[in-house]
């Protein structure tokens, strides 16, 4: 059974760090093919593709956001993580996390809810 | 980037009535290895999106044969053969062929 659950602050203040996690199971991120994206949406938005890392390692990044983004994986791979830089109230929104095994996005995380204010 | 039109961005139907939504892409959605990457998600009230049909026609396990999927290039469409109440929400055609991976803007589908 294939479960992905999302963690984050909650709530962070304009110019912080945003950082994300990712826990997964039912699946080896090790295992050819697959990827585990980050994806946010803005409350009554639609969705945008943020980040991913691949079963090698390998990572992509949305050029918009490039230069504020971090994804990284632990060694166990268990967990994928994304670091957001100088974040500010644009990106408030929910984060999801999702597997995708050839670009199908089959599982996606409850989602978490991330709130920029002073 | 890429950019999915979708239309309508609102869908009123009554329960088994037939629906489509298109979906159309800037740019062909042919990836090099041969596979077009247009999947078709639902997000229902307070819900995470779901797969519902990967690589224009691929109907993910255990979603209902009532959801179809076809197009090519640039021209996607999703059919629902007979709504149903738990059909209700928000669809979203992404693409996975160029990177940064795209969104459409979304199909809301009500009850009339």
């Known amino acids: 059974q294939v479960t992905l659950k999302e963690s984050g602050p909650g709530m962070l203040q304009p110019s912080k760090t945003l950082s994300l996690t990712c826990s997964f199971s039912?699946?080896?991120?090790?295992?050819?093919?697959?990827?585990v994206s980050w994806i946010r949406q803005p409350s009554g938005k639609s969705l945008e593709w943020l980040a991913a890392?691949?079963?090698?390692?390998?990572?992509y990044y949305n050029p918009s956001l490039k230069s504020r983004l971090t994804v990284s994986k632990d060694t166990s791979n268990t967990q994928v993580f994304l670091k957001i830089t100088s974040v500010d109230i644009a990106d408030t929104a929910t984060y999801y996390c999702?597997?995708?095994?050839?670009?199908?996005?089959?599982?996606w995380g409850q989602g978490v809810m991330v709130t920029v204010s002073s | 980037d890429v950019v999915l039109t979708q239309t309508p961005p609102t869908l009123s139907a009554t329960i088994g009535q037939s629906v489509s939504i298109s979906c159309r892409s800037s740019?062909?959605?042919?990836?090099?290895?041969?596979?077009?990457?247009l999947n078709w998600l639902l997000q229902r009230p307070g819900q995470s999106p779901q797969l519902l049909i990967y690589?224009?026609?691929n109907l993910e396990s255990g979603v209902p044969n009532r959801f179809s999927g076809s197009g090519s290039e640039t021209d996607f469409t999703l059919k629902i053969s007979g709504v149903e109440a738990e059909d209700l929400g928000v669809y979203y055609c992404?693409?996975?062929?160029?990177?940064?991976?795209?969104f459409g803007a979304g199909t809301k589908l009500e009850l009339k």
């Open positions: 992404m693409q996975a062929t160029h990177a940064p991976y795209t």
């Open positions: 740019q062909s959605l042919l990836d090099s290895d041969g596979d077009t990457y």
């Open positions: 890392i691949d079963w090698d390692g390998d990572k």
């Open positions: 999702a597997r995708s095994c050839y670009s199908d996005f089959d599982y």
């Open positions: 690589s224009v026609s």
């Open positions: 039912g699946f080896s991120l090790s295992t050819s093919g697959m990827v």
